[in-house]
């Protein structure tokens, strides 16, 4: 994996032995999240951390949540302290957040399940930019918000509260600064192509 500054410059490698995708980056730009792929019976798609910088000598990509369920898709608040995911633990995707970057504690953000038809498992948890509200696309096809409170260890989860349908298999968006939703949409086709077809075309061959 390699990172480039928006200014220019040349590519910096960091991360030669990548698990599998990148997932997102820690705010102080010290770690990358990368979810890894089914490996074996025991572990299915797992959550990692590895060192955004090889300068960081003796850190090496180490697991964050390893278990015998589906996890993935990390990201981490911009208070830096807590990472929310999803999770199949009970045989549904559900969304969670954990303390960052150690991990510990387990709170269930979601209420009735994340993630909505092909493309879009786990629902794609995205914080807000004040780290006050965590957004993902819950099973009912809704873009759905939760008021994170307190800025201790513990975090303290709201109810989450529907927004706007969202088609299924959108997949990925993100929120920017100023509040607007950033959803990858298809573009409608407003009329259907013109068919042409051509009866006795082996009469024509013939000429």
Do not use: C
């Amino acid at each position: 994996m390699y990172k480039k500054a928006t200014s220019g410059g040349q590519d910096e490698l960091v991360d030669k032995d990548l698990i599998g995708r990148p997932t997102g980056w820690s705010p102080d730009g010290r770690f990358i999240l990368e979810e890894s792929f089914a490996s074996t019976a025991k572990t299915l798609g797992d959550i990692w951390v590895a060192p955004a910088s090889p300068a960081r000598g003796s850190e090496k990509p180490h697991p964050y949540l390893q278990t015998q369920f589906q996890e993935g898709l990390g990201r981490v608040s911009p208070n830096g302290k807590w990472l929310a995911y999803f999770s199949n633990q009970t045989k549904q995707s559900e969304i969670y957040i954990m303390t960052f970057p150690n991990s510990g504690g387990n709170w269930k953000i979601s209420t009735s399940g994340a993630g909505s038809g092909p493309g879009s498992s786990g629902g794609y948890p995205v914080w807000s930019r004040d780290g006050k509200q965590l957004f993902y696309v819950g099973a009912n096809s809704k873009m759905m918000a939760v008021d994170i409170k307190g800025t201790g260890a513990n975090p303290e989860p709201g109810v989450p509260q529907p927004l706007f349908d969202v088609r299924p298999g959108n997949g990925a968006f993100d929120v920017a600064k100023d509040g607007r939703f950033l959803i990858p949409t298809p573009a409608e086709q407003t009329s259907a192509a013109p068919i042409t077809v051509v009866v006795n075309w082996m009469a024509g061959l013939k000429k």
